[in-house]
């Protein structure tokens, strides 16, 4: 079975610049995340899908950050623009997610975007 | 509020001894709790989860985790380490009774050391 497929793998920009992400997940799963991972910490949920609907965008700056995920399967992340502290590794993540409350829902990840802003 | 422990920000153990890797946890309901690990430029790897039953849980690449209810813990453990376990280590909780909406919680990570 394909996992998470993300690209680009890197991606350096200048700070003010706009940047997107693409993420496919695994075949069937209707739950898909977008988290951001900064050097040194622990993931932090950007956006919750549930086929193509918000399901928690609670953290998502949204002054900048923006996400869809047309048709329920492949999903984009842009970011405009952005700025030095966006530096990170964007992960995409999926699972089966039947029911959106299915606390036993095992999350797979994709190998992330590492974003450098200078 | 829900909130995850990883005490130790890096763990140093010899090739063929026994590691341990510690996560406390804080919820008010009962929790779901789940272990990553994460090599260099790579995604999180699901290693295992506890969910219901047996207290012990057998996960993947011999790894293995003990939910401890009274001291609200879930440490992974392996018998015996290699030196391709030498990763970042996150562990994560769910609380079953937070709604609806119920965001993973993860720690900070703890960087694993195996030394040859």
């Known amino acids: 079975e394909a996992g998470v497929a993300q690209s680009p793998r890197y991606k350096i920009i200048e700070k003010r610049q706009s940047v997107a992400f693409w993420c496919n997940p695994i075949?069937?799963?209707?739950?898909l995340y977008w988290y951001q991972q900064i050097l040194g910490q622990g993931p932090k949920l950007l956006i919750q899908f549930q086929n193509n609907g918000v399901v928690d965008d609670s953290q998502l700056p949204k002054d900048r950050f923006s996400a869809e995920r047309l048709k329920g399967v492949d999903s984009t992340l842009k970011i405009q623009p952005a700025k030095l502290e966006d530096s990170a590794v964007y992960l995409c993540?999926?699972?089966?997610?039947?029911?959106?409350?299915?606390?036993?829902?095992?999350?797979?990840f994709g190998p992330g975007t590492r974003l450098t802003v200078l | 509020a829900q909130s995850v422990a990883q005490p130790e920000d890096q763990v140093n153990v010899a090739e063929g001894n026994p590691l341990t890797v510690k996560c406390t946890y804080s919820v008010s309901g009962n929790p779901y709790l789940f272990w990553y690990v994460q090599y260099p430029n790579r995604g999180l790897q699901f290693l295992l989860k506890?969910?219901?039953?047996d207290n012990l849980v057998k996960g993947s690449y011999g790894f293995e985790a003990e939910f401890n209810k009274s001291q609200t813990s879930f440490h992974l453990k392996k018998p015996s380490a290699l030196v391709s376990d030498s990763a970042l280590y996150f562990c994560?909780?769910?609380?079953?009774?937070?709604?609806?909406?119920?965001?993973?919680?993860w720690g900070l990570g703890t960087s694993l050391a195996v030394n040859p």
């Open positions: 506890y969910i219901t039953g």
């Open positions: 075949s069937g799963h209707a739950t």
């Open positions: 993540a999926s699972s089966l997610g039947v029911l959106a409350s299915d606390g036993a829902d095992t999350q797979y």
């Open positions: 994560a909780v769910r609380d079953n009774n937070a709604g609806n909406n119920r965001k993973l919680i």
